[in-house]
């Protein structure tokens, strides 16, 4: 069965730093783009970035465009997300999602998730 396992999520104050983990297995990591999307309560799921599976090609929400760097390591079968410069506004349960070959900013195109990690930005 396919596995994600986010982690790395906290409280911050405005301005600061976080870095998400995810951990992948069950599938070859390699062969897919991988993706991550926030759900703040009252909203719908928002795309915030996603990387091609060779890891060369990246795309961001303009929310986030700027302050937010993610990659991947194949070998450990784990994306990341750097946050830096966050904001109250970035409050959320973020989630990894795996499931297209190329990347894409539609849920939808992702077949698993994982529990989620809950970041709180306080002003």
């Known amino acids: 069965q396919v596995q994600l396992v986010e982690s790395g999520g906290g409280l911050v104050q405005a301005g600061g730093s976080l870095r998400l983990s995810c951990l992948a297995s069950g599938r070859t990591f390699s062969n897919y783009a991988m993706g991550w999307f926030r759900h703040a309560p009252g909203k719908e799921r928002e795309f915030v970035a996603t990387i091609s599976r060779g890891g060369g090609l990246t795309d961001y929400a303009d929310s986030v465009k700027g302050r937010f760097t993610i990659s991947r390591d194949n070998a450990k079968n784990m994306v990341y997300l750097q946050m830096n410069s966050l904001k109250p506004e970035d409050t959320a349960v973020y989630y990894c999602?795996?499931?297209?070959?190329?990347?894409?900013?539609?849920?939808?195109?992702?077949?698993?998730w994982g529990q989620g990690t809950q970041v709180t930005v306080s002003s």
């Open positions: 999602g795996i499931g297209s070959t190329y990347r894409s900013t539609r849920a939808a195109d992702y077949d698993y």
